[in-house]
């Protein structure tokens, strides 16, 4: 498989890889007795979608309400912004719901539950607990949860329609078990909130967690109703060095172009840079830092030993090596691909996926949805 | 003036700054005798390159072919390509300069040039100097350079149209002597390597310079016939940190929501973070860094004091404080604007501007060009 015919630089994305990452997730959660509702702020694809709900029970997860919009024209009814929203955009959020769409959107301050409860239209709501990574949501034992239920339970056009939780502070475990832990600890924190609700006589059916890792490493999730990770589909460098996939699993590369040797300073330049890989250094947390990107092979997708993206400009990305550079087996034209550090930081530079299917075969292109 | 309106995140430009950065500049090249090829990498937009070329002899400078293709579509005819192409795109190239553009383009190695003298289509090459940024270019010393000249000094098809170099190392100055240094430095570079060549009886008409830090603190460019900065247009912090502009002159800023509030941690979130304000950390090299950018008030665009972008999420943007936040100030629902650290690469994630005039009058819609 070659791709010297694909302008650089450019998505690839394969598929093969996609669809066992895809798998395995959803195998994992089915055997948790769990329902799987995919994050698609990484794919931002319907093509994407379209296989990481085969399987499941057709909700998907998103962060803005641009993708709710774009998932909503391909006939996806049930969707979870899992995102706060701003108070303006509950027209937005109405208009989507008055179409036929189950939104639930997130709640986690008292005045906005006010302000939905206020407002003109219809929304479906679920809580947003805080289970220890300290972005938005409340702690567990916060005397705002019932404030938000009671409001919302009292309002003619809400409805209260669960929790939810993202462990976002998964990212800083390095160990599998520490994963299960904070899985636990997320579980525990809504399922206890759920309970809490339950007690007060309020339904509360959407249990949600959430995170890659935590989803991966989960072991029980007992009176959880639904997992929602997301970047598994692709999986990236930070994921393989927290152990939530290995580098082979990786679906997602930049394929780009040699254009100029530097001999004397044993550096290359490629012609993808701050804007074609992003300028995610997540990786530098990690023990195995990839500076702005590990460098493969372009038709196997193999990377090469010692040799990483070091540096970037807004167009050049300069490729450094831990050993000399062979330049003859990277001439000028030639092409490489690189792994990213943080694949949704990466794949929202692009418009269009280029899809691998079988050697020989053409490429497909999948459209992704950015912006808001 | 209020944007209320204007769903978040968007991208807010102050037409009134702009115009004054823009004449700035133009007054400023113009007093040094020397064309001003203003680079569109970071506005992206026919009505900011509008701007920019008024008063100048309109041509324009690009970083991907796409910008190219369109501005051209435009009308714009005078462009140049500063950035080494990947030899599959010369086709592209020459498609443009078929159609009457006079597209320049890059080259900085022997065997480049003879791809582009071998080339079925006409190509006007400038070949790269390196000034000391030791990205890509030839050395003023180099043999290549000379190799390359003959080269397409023979080509039936290919004009050696000048040099050109960029001064990005002018980034790791702090102080407008180091600044003027290294804009003669820059200046010296392609003068010694253009005399070489007339020396050589071959024809350089072209011998252009870039970089905002080193136009701005030019004070001599005697043999130069171009500079191209680029973000001295729209400015960011990082360039207010180095001195090529103030933090009033940023005429480019995000506006955002607050959507929600800890008041335990002292923090508050908008609704933009990576995705939106792009993960560059470039002034974390200042004595005054700014982590993910300045936070100002909406409407009047002032910098708040003490208050900071301190970690982003892919749609979310933590703000801190270095004192107690006043939440009442900040409601869920108010809107902020962020200053962005490096403006090129925050203002790659949209697809266009709100462009502010006067109090009161309906804001504009200019798109911009992105991708490749």
Redesign the interface.
Known sequence: MTY?HI????LILDKAKLIANISRMTNHIKALGVDLRPHM?TGKSMEVARLAMAGNFGGITV??LREADYFAAFGVTDITLA???????LD?AAALRAAGIDLKILV??P??AQ?VAAHAGEHHVLIEIDCGE????LLPAAPEIMDIARCLDAAPRATLAGVLTHA?HSYQSRQAPEMTAVAETERDAVVGVARQLHDAGMACPIVSVGSTPTATHARDLTGVSEARPGVYMFGDLFQAGIGSCTVDDIAVSVLA?V????RQ?NVM?I?AG???L????STQALANDCAYGLVCQADSGQPIAGLTVSTV????G?ISATTALDFDRY???SQLRILPNHV??TA????EYHVTTAPGQALEIWPRC???
Do not use: V
């Open positions: 010297s302008p650089t630089p450019a702020k962060s803005t995102a706060c929203l701003a108070p303006a955009k937005r986690d301050h005045r906005m302000a300290h972005r938005t949501g976002g172009t254009i100029a040797h530097r300073e330049f012609d701050g804007l074609a992003s300028k995610d250094r400009h807004q167009e050049h300069q001439p000028i034209g949704c930081m929202a530079a692009y418009t950015n912006g808001w």
